[in-house]
């Protein structure tokens, strides 16, 4: 679905099968953005280990597909607006 609609995708492994798995490619950078939306509990499933493994590497995550939508909202419109990143913390 991703590949029909312009988002290059491609298959990779879960985290307990044959490398190269998504792990693997968290940890050689070669992933930009996870977007996982954990379930309640999640801190034995694989999610949780995605998600943390993701924020050490510096890997972008999303964690709510309502902040995934406006992340798409937003670069759909860049061409009509001015838009910035600003970091909330600093604020």
């Known amino acids: 679905m991703l590949n029909a609609h312009g988002v290059?995708?491609?298959p990779i492994n879960r985290?307990?099968?044959e490398a190269p798995t998504l792990m693997d490619l968290?940890?050689?950078h070669q992933i930009d953005l996870v977007i996982d939306t954990?379930?309640?509990g999640d801190k034995l499933k694989d999610g949780?280990?995605?998600r943390r493994t993701a924020i050490e590497t510096g890997v972008n995550v999303l964690t709510s597909l309502d902040t995934a939508n406006?992340?798409?909202e937003s670069l759909e419109n860049?061409?009509?607006e001015h838009l910035s990143v600003v970091d909330i913390a600093a604020l």
Request: glycine share 0%.
């Open 15 to 17: 985290i307990h099968e």
């Open 78 to 80: 860049m061409d009509k």
């Open 8 to 10: 290059l995708a491609i």
């Open 38 to 40: 954990p379930t309640h």
């Open 48 to 50: 949780f280990l995605i």
């Open 26 to 28: 968290l940890l050689e």
């Open 70 to 72: 406006a992340l798409l």
